[in-house]
């Protein structure tokens, strides 16, 4: 057979090199180009990553046996002799940047699972890859140089089966920069300085969010096919919403990046929620924070304490309870000035008060404090809520007291912060059941004090970015919105109110708190697409759940129609003119063209999720990657 | 009334001298305690290491001892003296265990044998296999001979341990509850604060032998708000009775409740209320079990999407308004006026964390309702007319229904759940029980009756010695004297066990009769005055009031399939929701996962076959196989021990289990 010559672009030899060209037949296979490239060029390296890419085509010749005149390859065909795996950056849930070399040759499906499994990310199948939205760089931040975390290094091989080491994947051990890697992802990040969540884009409606989702690289094509290049910028994000055993010891950076994630959806209102809910949000993180500040990685240490220690422990708390004259010392020193609500107008009135176990009672006086006292009020189950201003040095504690006949509404009114801080925490505890010899009690004046403390902080302007534990701006901890609508000492006593149900919680026990709390919310887990329905002549909006697919008016702005999968009988998709069809059980058929997406991206989030839930059934491990292909890749997957 | 009141007020006065010597905290003053006691307490424990190293052996025993006496003594006669009272002891609900006091005076060195009249007492209630656990006598501390140091150590922890149990144990508080049956008639428990509203209701399992299935409830009703609910299973029973005024009519009733683990049956009807009436009928078993999966099983459970004009209450005003309001995980909400129903634009209404979800009666005549389908969210505490109080009214009875269901979702989340889970394996175990003990094999009626007579004069003792004070004042409203007393010496009234198995055979119709006559002859047994039939209450609470729950076993209402002939009975009984005491087979298999697969049938791709894989093992069972789950032969035997179980947690077996981890060093 006649010898031809095949020019080939070596990558490794610069972008100046001229091609390489070597002599071939068309029955040499590609495994035969490659050793003859390779000696052409006379360069000794592990050549074992690198294959051949050729450009008009589009296309890898991965099949080492396959001949060119199988490939169809021909003397003008422009190949490029390349590694597979290539340097990209890799935007995090957690706003950081990790550089990492991806694999450009495989299905990104595959590709996410290499980079997941470097990672160490359970259930890569939930998440993917899609185009960052650019960000509008000012001049003033390109000065600050963003710092990217690089594991270009880790060699790919050790990767393929990780073992930990010291609770940390093997690779991460290697050195110190490597563990700071490895502290990054499986650390929460500090709450994010208020200016910088009012930078990012805020998505302000449905179309908004549905744009998003246009961006999601196509899991059944490669990296290079989709005209990704070499350190190209990329996110990894959780994609699919439903996220599969969930355990937090093996699971703690895809906890935390979840987490961050979802923090993110909170704070850029991608997920709406309620003011209160809000709140709540804002004081988990808060406490998050807190605690993974104090009680860094204890994700992975285990909490099984000896039962009989623990009881032991209880106990010794239940002892020092009895002698409640210690916790009586404590509070009774104080004079609060007291005012059943509706009795009177006039105000405060002083008393001696005491505090014991969960209730407080009040006389006359201290010297009186030894008789009956003129009334003792449990607090058992009652609502506390604080009516603080630190630069009006006013101090009130609001009770709301269960009785019989209804709650009563008592203030006390403390003399100073420090009082303030102390009769507090012991009426939060007491509403709880718990006294005040609850080992919680000093960790409840803390924090009312740092609350207490960042009012104070706050009261100037917010520009003391100083992130310590005790300063943290309220702003940081929830949306835009509430930037606009309060102020930061506005805002500390109501996160500090719902900080008080979620104080004691364990960081992981946190971090879930804040995943369920995300998950319970009406529009979590929906993916929008603007698409425009068969025979209809506007725009609407289709939401992709793990469980249904809901049609929304965007006139009416509400939803008008849900399908749910499992009534699914089969869906198609017609490649020519992008229309997506789906039949579902009795006779309904929807049809439906996509706007704002690729059709392809619309049939692999249906197609993915009702992968997710086939997943619970297989005890096994191993992904079935073969189904979830047939499940989203359409034709061109086979 | 008067002397009653007076009787009333000298008992509390007694109680309160008791639970002051028990060194549980009364009200006001602040009993004093022997400083010694609490010095060599705190020595002893305040640290880990030094509590276990320190404490000698003898110590250890002689504080057990000293803690058993103590119980004895105490807990004998507080049990005596509380009983019939409905109304809690006004004792602070302070933490704090016994008196040191009752420690150093009362040197007992008999062994740590838990035969403490009061435990004996708590258990008897709870199971036959607690009964079986108390005779054995557990080995006295002493006498295992520590050879090693570790064996010491272990032994240490193992006393202590007990101690803590002692401890625990001192402080518990009991109440003597009254609970209403269908038929009028009443039964009397002691159910201690640990106790869970499950377990209550196992022990009226056994004592009413009815059929255990899932729709079993104890209910609260609230005379002078005309409220009620009913308590979920695994909240704990005394602590709302403890929030009843004393002067009190609410009461305590046992019913069936369609509405408790509707939910669970019928997801489809909560969480695709918006569905076509015909599409949630015809819903298929398959699809419901992946609805409850769904929504209960995954990491965060899931609150119905709730949304709807209703009439508000609030307060204290009289007049009702309308409002959008929408239920979410974290509370109700309501459109603002001239909002839109964007999440960030709602106004929270109420959170869940202090308020619990009533029924409203009789709304329209009280209030001026709108609709008589009125939800009321009030604080527990909360017994008399308030401001504080929300009325919420709905349209029709099923809209009502879809926001209490919802609004406990929301508030107790998993633990609904769980509860019905646990109510399915119970009814599994006595629908079993049932069908076994139709069959006319005397093995097995006979063997449960033994363990009880075992137990009874246990309750008799606790029992017997001053019935008479209390009860009138509280519980049954209506006709307050004559009945509770007669009813005092009830808990004997159980071990009526031989009676049923006759009576099964004539099957539903005698069911009537029955209940009133079966408690006497039972009675004899324990030589206790029997009570004489109770004079049918009328209970204008309760809607069914005609259904007596009988030792036959009681069934749902519409339903009555006897255990013996199974297929006949079920023949009968082809409506969906009232699952036969078999438990609804849809959740006997564990839920098989869904058929989700599709077939993504387009054209160029090769279409996998459209009907998955999965759902072949749970093929929905035709009527019959669906009545012989293969439950019943499997629980026969364990029925007894898994009753056990039920009681779980009791004293006495953490005792026993505490004893054989030492006995195995």
Same mark, same amino acid.
């Given at each position: 057979?006649?010898?031809?010559?095949?020019?080939?672009?070596?990558?490794?030899?610069?972008?100046?090199?001229?091609?390489?060209?070597?002599?071939?037949?068309?029955?040499?296979?590609?495994?035969?180009?490659?050793?003859?490239?390779?000696?052409?060029?006379?360069?000794?390296?592990?050549?074992?990553?690198?294959?051949?890419?050729?450009?008009?085509?589009?296309?890898?010749?991965?099949?080492?046996?396959?001949?060119?005149?199988?490939?169809?390859?021909?003397?003008?065909?422009?190949?490029?002799?390349?590694?597979?795996?290539?340097?990209?950056?890799?935007?995090?849930?957690?706003?950081?940047?990790?550089?990492?070399?991806?694999?450009?040759?495989?299905?990104?499906?595959?590709?996410?699972?290499?980079?997941?499994?470097?990672?160490?990310?359970?259930?890569?199948?939930?998440?993917?890859?899609?185009?960052?939205?650019?960000?509008?760089?000012?001049?003033?931040?390109?000065?600050?140089?963003?710092?990217?975390?690089?594991?270009?290094?880790?060699?790919?091989?050790?990767?393929?089966?990780?073992?930990?080491?010291?609770?940390?994947?093997?690779?991460?051990?290697?050195?110190?920069?490597?563990?700071?890697?490895?502290?990054?992802?499986?650390?929460?990040?500090?709450?994010?300085?208020?200016?910088?969540?009012?930078?990012?884009?805020?998505?302000?409606?449905?179309?908004?969010?549905?744009?998003?989702?246009?961006?999601?690289?196509?899991?059944?094509?490669?990296?290079?096919?989709?005209?990704?290049?070499?350190?190209?910028?990329?996110?990894?994000?959780?994609?699919?919403?439903?996220?599969?055993?969930?355990?937090?010891?093996?699971?703690?950076?895809?906890?935390?990046?979840?987490?961050?994630?979802?923090?993110?959806?909170?704070?850029?209102?991608?997920?709406?929620?309620?003011?209160?809910?809000?709140?709540?949000?804002?004081?988990?993180?808060?406490?998050?924070?807190?605690?993974?500040?104090?009680?860094?990685?204890?994700? #992975? &240490? /285990? !909490?099984?304490?000896?039962? @009989?220690? $623990?009881?032991?422990?209880?106990?010794?708390? %239940?002892?020092?309870?009895? #002698? &409640? /004259? !210690?916790?009586?010392?404590? @509070?009774? $020193?104080?004079?609060?000035?007291?005012?059943? %609500?509706?009795?009177?107008?006039?105000?405060?009135?002083?008393?001696?008060?005491?505090?014991?176990?969960?209730?407080?009672?009040?006389? %006359?006086?201290?010297?009186?404090?030894?008789?009956?006292?003129?009334?003792?009020?449990?607090?058992?189950?009652?609502?506390?809520?604080?009516?603080?201003?630190?630069?009006?040095?006013?101090?009130?504690?609001?009770?709301?007291?269960?009785?019989?006949?209804?709650?009563?509404?008592?203030?006390?009114?403390?003399?100073?912060?420090?009082?303030?801080?102390?009769?507090?925490?012991?009426?939060?505890?007491?509403?709880?059941?718990?006294?005040?010899?609850?080992?919680?009690?000093?960790?409840?004046?803390?924090?009312?004090?740092?609350?207490?403390?960042?009012?104070?902080?706050?009261?100037?302007?917010?520009?003391?970015?100083?992130?310590?534990?005790?300063?943290?701006?309220?702003?940081?901890?929830?949306?835009?919105?509430?930037?606009?609508?309060?102020?930061?000492?506005?805002?500390?006593?109501?996160?500090?109110?719902?900080?008080?149900?979620?104080?004691?919680?364990?960081?992981?026990?946190?971090?879930?708190?804040?995943?369920?709390?995300?998950?319970?919310?009406?529009?979590?887990?929906?993916?929008?697409?603007?698409?425009?329905?068969?025979?209809?002549?506007?725009?609407?909006?289709?939401?992709?759940?793990?469980?249904?697919?809901?049609?929304?008016?965007?006139?009416?702005?509400?939803?008008?129609?849900?399908?749910?999968?499992?009534?699914?009988?089969?869906?198609?998709?017609?490649?020519?003119?992008?229309?997506?069809?789906?039949?579902?059980?009795?006779?309904?058929?929807?049809?439906?063209?996509?706007?704002?997406?690729?059709?392809?991206?619309?049939?692999?989030?249906?197609?993915?999720?009702?992968?997710?839930?086939?997943?619970?059934?297989?005890?096994?491990?191993?992904?079935?990657?073969?189904?979830?292909?047939?499940?989203?890749?359409?034709?061109?997957?086979? | 009334?008067?002397?009653?009141?007076?009787?009333?007020?000298?008992?509390?006065?007694?109680?309160?001298?008791?639970?002051?010597?028990?060194?549980?905290?009364?009200?006001?003053?602040?009993?004093?305690?022997?400083?010694?006691?609490?010095?060599?307490?705190?020595?002893?424990?305040?640290?880990?290491?030094?509590?276990?190293?320190?404490?000698?052996?003898?110590?250890?025993?002689?504080?057990?001892?000293?803690?058993?006496?103590?119980?004895?003594?105490?807990?004998?006669?507080?049990?005596?003296?509380?009983?019939?009272?409905?109304?809690?002891?006004?004792?602070?609900?302070?933490?704090?265990?016994?008196?040191?006091?009752?420690?150093?005076?009362?040197?007992?060195?008999?062994?740590?044998?838990?035969?403490?009249?009061?435990?004996?007492?708590?258990?008897?209630?709870?199971?036959?296999?607690?009964?079986?656990?108390?005779?054995?006598?557990?080995?006295?501390?002493?006498?295992?001979?520590?050879?090693?140091?570790?064996?010491?150590?272990?032994?240490?922890?193992?006393?202590?341990?007990?101690?803590?149990?002692?401890?625990?144990?001192?402080?518990?508080?009991?109440?003597?509850?009254?609970?209403?049956?269908?038929?009028?008639?009443?039964?009397?428990?002691?159910?201690?604060?640990?106790?869970?509203?499950?377990?209550?209701?196992?022990?009226?399992?056994?004592?009413?032998?009815?059929?255990?299935?899932?729709?079993?409830?104890?209910?609260?009703?609230?005379?002078?708000?005309?409220?009620?609910?009913?308590?979920?299973?695994?909240?704990?029973?005394?602590?709302?009775?403890?929030?009843?005024?004393?002067?009190?009519?609410?009461?305590?009733?046992?019913?069936?409740?369609?509405?408790?683990?509707?939910?669970?049956?019928?997801?489809?009807?909560?969480?695709?209320?918006?569905?076509?009436?015909?599409?949630?009928?015809?819903?298929?078993?398959?699809?419901?079990?992946?609805?409850?999966?769904?929504?209960?099983?995954?990491?965060?459970?899931?609150?119905?999407?709730?949304?709807?004009?209703?009439?508000?209450?609030?307060?204290?005003?009289?007049?009702?308004?309308?409002?959008?309001?929408?239920?979410?995980?974290?509370?109700?909400?309501?459109?603002?006026?001239?909002?839109?129903?964007?999440?960030?634009?709602?106004?929270?209404?109420?959170?869940?964390?202090?308020?619990?979800?009533?029924?409203?009666?009789?709304?329209?005549?009280?209030?001026?309702?709108?609709?008589?389908?009125?939800?009321?969210?009030?604080?527990?505490?909360?017994?008399?007319?308030?401001?504080?109080?929300?009325?919420?009214?709905?349209?029709?009875?099923?809209?009502?229904?879809?926001?209490?269901?919802?609004?406990?979702?929301?508030?107790?989340?998993?633990?609904?759940?769980?509860?019905?889970?646990?109510?399915?394996?119970?009814?599994?175990?006595?629908?079993?029980?049932?069908?076994?003990?139709?069959?006319?094999?005397?093995?097995?009626?006979?063997?449960?009756?033994?363990?009880?007579?075992?137990?009874?004069?246990?309750?008799?003792?606790?029992?017997?010695?001053?019935?008479?004070?209390?009860?009138?004042?509280?519980?049954?409203?209506?006709?307050?004297?004559?009945?509770?007393?007669?009813?005092?010496?009830?808990?004997?009234?159980?071990?009526?066990?031989?009676?049923?198995?006759?009576?099964?055979?004539?099957?539903?119709?005698?069911?009537?009769?029955?209940?009133?006559?079966?408690?006497?002859?039972?009675?004899?047994?324990?030589?206790?005055?029997?009570?004489?039939?109770?004079?049918?209450?009328?209970?204008?609470?309760?809607?069914?009031?005609?259904?007596?729950?009988?030792?036959?076993?009681?069934?749902?209402?519409?339903?009555?399939?006897?255990?013996?002939?199974?297929?006949?009975?079920?023949?009968?009984?082809?409506?969906?929701?009232?699952?036969?005491?078999?438990?609804?087979?849809?959740?006997?298999?564990?839920?098989?996962?869904?058929?989700?697969?599709?077939?993504?049938?387009?054209?160029?791709?090769?279409?996998?076959?459209?009907?998955?894989?999965?759902?072949?093992?749970?093929?929905?069972?035709?009527?019959?196989?669906?009545?012989?789950?293969?439950?019943?032969?499997?629980?026969?035997?364990?029925?007894?021990?898994?009753?056990?179980?039920?009681?779980?947690?009791?004293?006495?077996?953490?005792?026993?289990?505490?004893?054989?981890?030492?006995?195995?060093?």
């Amino acid at each position: 057979m006649a010898a031809w010559d095949l020019s080939v672009t070596v990558e490794d030899l610069g972008s100046d090199a001229p091609p390489v060209t070597i002599s071939v037949a068309s029955d040499l296979h590609v495994g035969g180009v490659i050793v003859k490239l390779v000696e052409k060029t006379q360069i000794k390296r592990d050549w074992s990553d690198h294959a051949l890419w050729w450009e008009q085509k589009q296309q890898w010749l991965l099949r080492t046996a396959w001949t060119l005149e199988k490939y169809g390859i021909h003397a003008d065909a422009r190949l490029v002799f390349m590694p597979q795996h290539k340097p990209i950056k890799l935007g995090l849930p957690n706003g950081k940047t990790l550089q990492l070399k991806a694999c450009f040759s495989n299905p990104v499906f595959q590709t996410v699972m290499g980079i997941c499994r470097m990672l160490n990310i359970r259930h890569p199948e939930e998440l993917s890859l899609l185009r960052p939205v650019e960000e509008k760089k000012k001049k003033k931040d390109k000065d600050l140089a963003e710092e990217i975390y690089d594991l270009t290094e880790v060699p790919l091989s050790s990767v393929s089966r990780p073992c930990l080491y010291n609770g940390m994947p093997a690779h991460f051990a290697d050195s110190e920069q490597m563990e700071d890697v490895y502290k990054m992802l499986s650390i929460t990040q500090p709450p994010p300085a208020p200016e910088v969540i009012a930078k990012q884009y805020r998505p302000a409606s449905v179309v908004d969010k549905a744009h998003i989702n246009g961006r999601w690289l196509d899991s059944s094509r490669c990296l290079k096919k989709q005209g990704i290049q070499e350190n190209d910028r990329l996110w990894l994000r959780f994609k699919y919403y439903a996220f599969y055993d969930m355990d937090p010891k093996y699971d703690v950076v895809r906890l935390t990046q979840l987490y961050e994630q979802a923090r993110w959806a909170i704070l850029l209102e991608d997920v709406d929620c309620t003011e209160e809910e809000m709140m709540l949000f804002g004081a988990l993180q808060y406490h998050i924070n807190k605690v993974s500040l104090t009680e860094p990685q204890t994700l #992975s &240490s /285990s !909490a099984a304490l000896d039962d @009989l220690e $623990s009881a032991l422990m209880s106990l010794e708390v %239940k002892m020092e309870g009895e #002698s &409640s /004259s !210690a916790s009586e010392m404590i @509070l009774s $020193s104080g004079i609060v000035h007291f005012r059943p %609500k509706r009795l009177t107008l006039k105000g405060y009135k002083q008393y001696w008060f005491k505090f014991q176990d969960t209730s407080i009672s009040y006389f %006359k006086s201290k010297e009186e404090s030894i008789g009956e006292p003129i009334q003792q009020i449990n607090l058992k189950g009652c609502e506390v809520a604080p009516d603080v201003n630190v630069t009006a040095q006013k101090f009130l504690i609001r009770l709301l007291i269960p009785a019989p006949e209804g709650m009563n509404e008592v203030y006390l009114r403390c003399e100073n912060e420090q009082q303030y801080a102390q009769w507090m925490a012991g009426c939060r505890l007491a509403s709880k059941g718990k006294s005040l010899a609850d080992s919680s009690f000093q960790s409840e004046i803390q924090s009312i004090r740092s609350f207490l403390a960042m009012q104070k902080t706050n009261s100037g302007s917010s520009n003391n970015a100083a992130a310590s534990d005790e300063s943290i701006n309220t702003h940081s901890l929830v949306s835009p919105r509430y930037h606009k609508k309060y102020k930061p000492k506005q805002l500390t006593p109501r996160i500090l109110d719902a900080y008080q149900n979620v104080a004691q919680l364990s960081l992981t026990d946190a971090l879930m708190r804040f995943l369920q709390i995300w998950q319970a919310l009406p529009d979590f887990g929906l993916s929008y697409v603007v698409v425009r329905f068969k025979g209809s002549r506007k725009d609407e909006v289709l939401g992709i759940a793990p469980n249904r697919l809901i049609r929304i008016d965007l006139g009416v702005g509400d939803v008008v129609k849900t399908w749910r999968y499992n009534n699914m009988k089969q869906w198609n998709v017609n490649w020519d003119i992008k229309q997506m069809a789906i039949e579902f059980e009795g006779n309904v058929n929807i049809a439906f063209g996509c706007v704002t997406a690729d059709c392809k991206i619309v049939h692999e989030f249906i197609g993915g999720y009702i992968f997710m839930s086939t997943r619970s059934r297989e005890k096994s491990d191993t992904l079935n990657e073969e189904l979830f292909h047939k499940l989203t890749g359409g034709h061109e997957a086979l | 009334m008067d002397d009653i009141d007076a009787m009333f007020s000298d008992l509390l006065g007694e109680m309160d001298l008791l639970t002051q010597s028990l060194g549980q905290e009364t009200l006001p003053p602040e009993p004093l305690r022997s400083p010694k006691q609490e010095i060599d307490f705190s020595i002893g424990f305040t640290g880990l290491n030094a509590s276990v190293n320190e404490l000698e052996d003898n110590d250890l025993d002689a504080l057990m001892a000293d803690l058993v006496a103590d119980l004895n003594a105490t807990e004998e006669k507080l049990a005596a003296e509380i009983q019939g009272l409905d109304v809690p002891p006004p004792s602070s609900s302070s933490d704090l265990p016994p008196p040191p006091k009752g420690l150093s005076h009362q040197p007992t060195s008999s062994v740590t044998s838990p035969s403490s009249p009061g435990n004996n007492y708590s258990n008897s209630v709870t199971t036959p296999s607690s009964s079986t656990a108390s005779p054995l006598p557990p080995p006295p501390p002493q006498s295992a001979k520590p050879t090693m140091e570790e064996i010491e150590a272990q032994l240490k922890a193992d006393k202590i341990k007990l101690a803590l149990e002692k401890l625990k144990e001192a402080k518990v508080k009991k109440l003597v509850v009254k609970v209403l049956m269908n038929d009028g008639s009443s039964k009397t428990l002691m159910v201690d604060e640990r106790q869970t509203v499950r377990e209550v209701l196992d022990n009226l399992f056994e004592k009413t032998h009815c059929d255990g299935n899932v729709d079993w409830s104890l209910c609260e009703t609230n005379y002078e708000l005309q409220l009620e609910r009913t308590f979920e299973d695994h909240e704990n029973l005394v602590e709302p009775l403890l929030a009843w005024t004393r002067d009190s009519e609410n009461k305590v009733l046992f019913q069936e409740r369609k509405d408790k683990f509707e939910v669970f049956k019928n997801p489809q009807n909560f969480y695709l209320w918006k569905k076509d009436k015909k599409t949630l009928k015809d819903m298929k078993d398959k699809d419901k079990e992946l609805l409850v999966q769904e929504n209960f099983c995954g990491t965060s459970i899931i609150v119905p999407d709730l949304e709807g004009v209703l009439f508000l209450k609030e307060d204290g005003k009289k007049a009702w308004k309308q409002r959008l309001f929408q239920l979410r995980a974290s509370g109700i909400y309501y459109v603002p006026k001239g909002k839109t129903k964007s999440s960030r634009d709602l106004v929270c209404f109420i959170q869940f964390d202090n308020v619990n979800v009533y029924y409203g009666k009789d709304v329209k005549n009280r209030y001026k309702a709108p609709t008589d389908f009125c939800f009321v969210l009030k604080h527990p505490q909360i017994q008399k007319e308030s401001q504080y109080i929300k009325y919420l009214c709905c349209d029709d009875a099923w809209t009502m229904n879809l926001w209490v269901t919802g609004i406990r979702i929301a508030k107790y989340g998993a633990s609904l759940y769980e509860n019905y889970k646990t109510a399915e394996k119970k009814a599994a175990v006595s629908s079993a029980l049932w069908t076994n003990r139709s069959t006319p094999s005397s093995s097995s009626s006979s063997t449960p009756s033994p363990t009880i007579k075992a137990k009874a004069p246990a309750q008799a003792n606790g029992h017997a010695p001053k019935p008479q004070a209390g009860p009138p004042l509280q519980g049954i409203g209506n006709l307050p004297p004559p009945p509770p007393n007669d009813f005092l010496p009830p808990p004997p009234p159980d071990p009526v066990l031989p009676p049923p198995a006759p009576s099964l055979a004539s099957k539903p119709a005698p069911q009537r009769q029955q209940p009133s006559d079966l408690p006497p002859p039972p009675l004899s047994m324990d030589s206790l005055p029997p009570p004489p039939p109770p004079p049918p209450m009328e209970n204008s609470l309760e809607d069914p009031p005609d259904f007596l729950p009988p030792p036959p076993p009681p069934t749902s209402y519409s339903s009555l399939p006897p255990p013996p002939p199974p297929a006949a009975g079920f023949g009968r009984n082809p409506n969906q929701s009232l699952p036969p005491p078999p438990p609804e087979p849809e959740f006997l298999p564990p839920p098989p996962p869904d058929p989700v697969i599709l077939a993504p049938g387009a054209p160029p791709a090769p279409p996998p076959p459209p009907p998955p894989p999965a759902p072949v093992s749970i093929q929905r069972p035709a009527a019959q196989p669906r009545k012989m789950p293969p439950v019943p032969p499997k629980r026969t035997t364990p029925m007894l021990s898994g009753g056990g179980g039920g009681g779980g947690g009791d004293f006495m077996s953490e005792l026993m289990f505490a004893m054989k981890k030492r006995t195995d060093q």
